[in-house]
């Protein structure tokens, strides 16, 4: 069985700057990630989990943090068509959301001094 | 500007430029937009507040076309005295139809913490609800910490800016922006955060977020002219005072009171007090000039009171 991710408020905090809707998005994915492999009745915990992880994939797409097109040359190089169908949901939704983790720490914004 | 996004820069060459541009899209952007923009300056004495909020006046003076210097005195309210007098004249003098600032300089040593409360206060509100649909202005707000004014105040305040001003070096100021976490609707906070936004570079715009802005002392002719009318303000203020202790003391001792031992004993309370009778040169201390003209002082009471206060302030 995968594992979930860690305590999704332990990836993101207000000082991370990521943008506040995603941050909430991303956070119940990460929930509903954990909770769909915890609750072992894998069809209603898949359902509510790819619900999330794909809210999150659009929110995060529309916040051009990447495009479409990145997010799926990503994932046909990862995942295993041969995998049973459930495990790679699963699967497919980590990694979705680890794909969308990447890019959001890749797009962290940079500090600007300035003087007046 | 969005909720989440402060500002979108053009290219900056050098910091100077960044800072500038910066200040003006934050405030000036604003108020073209019809939109309240108060600007809260906070610090412990000494840190560069009102130099920070003098640098801040004048870009916004220049966005507007303004020489600073000619402006100034209009736009700094030095006391709470000048207060009303100065809103309403660059919310309605002719002349000052494109003055779009009002500096609040702290006025914490003149009067007692409750009164500069009260002030600070109702002066924001005042403020608010007298400049919308007149003129709109950028407000600057000058106090020593967040405590100064009320929860229900905050809340009507866009930026809050902490000036640190490192011994040797020049202030620097944190700006950041407040926003209300409305998460739970029952509960709703004042928080504060960076600024962000974006700032091309390169042909690409860049997610960034501001963190020191380092403040140049303002030039020598602002400074001359802000201290000069600075001083000459608030020792008005505090003259009328010492005059109403006088008056007191000398209807409790019919007459018979040491004038001079007054002033050394009311003007070496505090550093904030001292600055206004000394002034540093080299190592030395020497009493302001204007001293003797604002108490009426004869050149042998002037002489009398330096002696006795330099040996006070020294300890003797």
């Known amino acids: 069985m995968l594992k979930p991710y860690k305590k999704s408020d332990d990836l993101f905090s207000e000082e991370d700057d990521v943008d506040l809707i995603l941050q909430s998005a991303l956070n119940r994915a990460l929930g509903a990630l954990g909770k769909g492999v915890e609750m072992g009745n894998f069809e209603t915990g898949m359902m509510v989990k790819n619900l999330e992880v794909d809210q999150a994939v659009i929110i995060a797409e529309n916040l051009g943090y990447f495009s479409h097109d990145d997010l799926e040359n990503f994932l046909s190089g990862k995942v295993d068509e041969s995998d049973d169908k459930l495990i790679s949901d699963t699967k497919i939704s980590n990694l979705k959301i680890g794909f969308i983790i990447s890019k959001v720490q890749e797009k962290k914004p940079k500090r600007a001094d300035a003087i007046i | ?316």
């Open chain 2, 1 to 316: 500007m969005g909720k989440y996004v402060d500002f979108r820069l053009p290219d900056c060459k050098t910091q100077e430029e960044l800072g500038s541009t910066l200040i003006e899209h934050l405030t000036v952007n604003r108020i073209k937009a019809k939109k309240p923009c108060f600007l809260y300056l906070t610090g412990e004495s000494g840190e560069g507040k009102s130099y920070t909020g003098l640098a801040i006046s004048k870009i916004i003076a220049e966005a507007y076309g303004l020489d600073f210097l000619r402006v100034m005195d209009n736009a700094v309210v030095y006391t709470p005295l000048e207060y009303s007098f100065k809103l309403r004249n660059i919310l309605y003098a002719k002349e000052l139809k494109h003055l779009h600032v009002i500096m609040i300089d702290e006025a914490r040593d003149l009067l007692s913490s409750k009164t500069w409360y009260d002030f600070i206060n109702r002066t924001i509100n005042d403020i608010n609800n007298q400049h919308r649909g007149v003129k709109p202005l950028v407000v600057i707000v000058i106090s020593q910490d967040l405590g100064d004014i009320d929860y229900a105040t905050r809340k009507t305040i866009q930026y809050r800016g902490k000036c640190l001003r490192p011994i040797g070096k020049n202030a620097v100021l944190h700006l950041k922006r407040f926003w209300k976490d409305e998460h739970d609707i029952s509960n709703v906070k004042l928080r504060e955060r960076s600024l962000r936004g974006f700032l091309r570079h390169d042909g690409r715009s860049h997610k960034v977020y501001i963190g020191d802005i380092r403040v140049k002392l303002p030039s020598k002719n602002i400074r001359d002219v802000y201290d000069k009318h600075s001083f000459i303000k608030k020792s008005e203020v505090l003259r009328r005072k010492i005059e109403m202790i006088e008056k007191r003391i000398q209807k409790e001792m019919y007459g018979e009171y040491d004038k001079i031992g007054m002033l050394v004993d009311y003007y070496s309370q505090n550093d904030l007090l001292m600055k206004f009778v000394t002034v540093r040169k080299g190592n030395n201390y020497h009493i302001r000039s204007d001293f003797k003209r604002i108490h009426d002082l004869t050149g042998s009471d002037l002489k009398d009171f330096e002696e006795r206060f330099l040996n006070r302030i020294a300890g003797d």
